[in-house]
């Protein structure tokens, strides 16, 4: 008797994993089987990163994605160049170029760190194309100063080391803004 029990047991819990396996898989994406485990994986987002096409640049650290929600580089920020309120920022323009250089009509992959949106309403976000960080990137090359914000600290150690190198070799605002 005790046996017919536990394989009653079993038999529901198998079932019910199966079924809840099922109903994960319509609402959050496909379902992998590791060692008999179930591994959800969610439709658009792998490894934390969620995949979007880049409809355009707003200036060097803000860009506008399909379904038109804005991105505001996380750890990161370039001169003004659009606030009708501030002048144009030394280096602002070449800034922006290079963020359209990197990202415009691009698919890129967006990581999220603590906060998942401004005051402005805008995401923020890591911006990778492939293995490269274009935050980080904006920072080495000097079209952008280190804005680390807590608690979006994820990869702060990392841009602090960006913006001392660009210093050190006096490239980009490093070397034309006072």
């Known amino acids: 008797m005790k046996i017919a029990k536990i394989i009653g047991l079993i038999s529901g ?4 994993s199966l079924v809840t396996g099922l ?4 609402e959050v994406g496909k379902i992998n089987w590791k060692n008999d485990v179930a591994i959800v994986i969610p439709t658009g987002v792998v490894n934390n990163k969620e995949t979007v096409e880049v409809i355009r640049v707003i200036d060097g650290d803000t860009i506008e994605i399909a ?3 804005k991105v505001r580089y996380i ?8 606030d ?7 280096f602002g323009k070449k800034a922006s170029a290079k963020n359209k250089e990197l990202v415009e009509g691009k698919t890129v992959e967006l990581e999220k760190d603590v906060s998942n949106t401004d005051k402005y309403g805008r995401l923020l976000r890591y911006v990778w194309v492939g293995d490269r960080m274009i935050n980080e990137e904006l920072i080495t090359e000097g079209y952008a100063k280190l804005d680390t914000v807590p ?12 913006e ?3 210093r050190i070799s006096d490239i980009g605002l490093w070397s034309k803004c006072p």
Do not use: W
């Open 13 to 16: 819990l198998i079932i019910f």
């Open 23 to 26: 109903l994960i898989e319509k």
């Open 67 to 69: 379904g038109g929600q």
């Open 75 to 82: 750890g990161v920020d370039t001169p003004e160049t659009v």
């Open 84 to 90: 009708p309120k501030r002048p144009v920022g030394c």
């Open 151 to 162: 608690p979006d600290v994820k990869y702060s150690q990392l841009l602090i080391k960006a």
């Open 164 to 166: 001392k190198e660009a």
